[in-house]
């Protein structure tokens, strides 16, 4: 393991070292689901790029994954969090079947390489969309958290499709609110 895998690991001791991409880069999505979660520092996967393509069991809509396609310059931004080990569980079921819980390493705005939990789909289903709900999670995150102009443009251009369950949407955004 690299010297900077090696300080990610001794900061991470009884924490996670999670690498969010989607939903959970916003703040208070992911402290809704792990409340110790606390943001490490800005970074990207390379090899990996964002698509909405992981088809959700529960809403039946597309969610994000970081997709490998094994392109040095194909880029998923996102943000590093982490929180507390015992937490984890929680996330895993938050994420649920769709994905798989995996390491990777990803590098920070300040050249640091390290070794990350992140969640990688499993169920793709190319040309689903995503509820105007979750895409907002996604937006709020990438904002919060300032990542690039171009990288914000590209996910407000992705195309949603309409949740006719109105309490659903209520309930995601509530923590906007």
């Excluded at 916003?26 to 943001?39: D, F, M, Y």
């Excluded at 880029?75 to 649920?96: K, N």
């Excluded at 990688?120 to 709900?133: D, K, N, Q, R, T």
Aim: glycine share 6%.
């Amino acid at each position: 393991m690299s010297e900077a895998g090696q300080k990610g690991q001794t900061a991470q001791r009884g924490k996670v070292l999670y690498f969010a991409y989607g939903s959970n880069m916003s703040s208070r999505r992911l402290q809704a689901r792990v409340p110790s979660a606390e943001v490490y520092a800005r970074a990207v996967l390379q090899g990996h790029q964002l698509r909405f393509h992981k088809h959700s069991l529960v809403d039946d809509s597309a969610k994000c994954d970081a997709y490998q396609t094994g392109n040095p310059d194909d880029l998923t931004r996102g943000v590093l969090f982490l929180f507390d080990a015992e937490e984890q569980a929680e996330l895993d079921m938050c994420e649920g079947e769709g994905y798989k819980v995996v390491q990777v390493e990803v590098e920070t705005e300040d050249g640091q390489r390290l070794e990350a939990l992140t969640y990688l789909a499993v169920l793709l289903e190319p040309g689903l969309s995503p509820y105007p709900w979750y895409k907002r999670h996604v937006l709020e995150g990438a904002r919060e958290h300032m990542l690039p102009a171009e990288y914000i443009a590209w996910i407000e251009s992705v195309v949603t499709q309409e949740d006719r369950n109105r309490e659903r949407c209520e309930r995601e955004l509530a923590i906007y609110r």
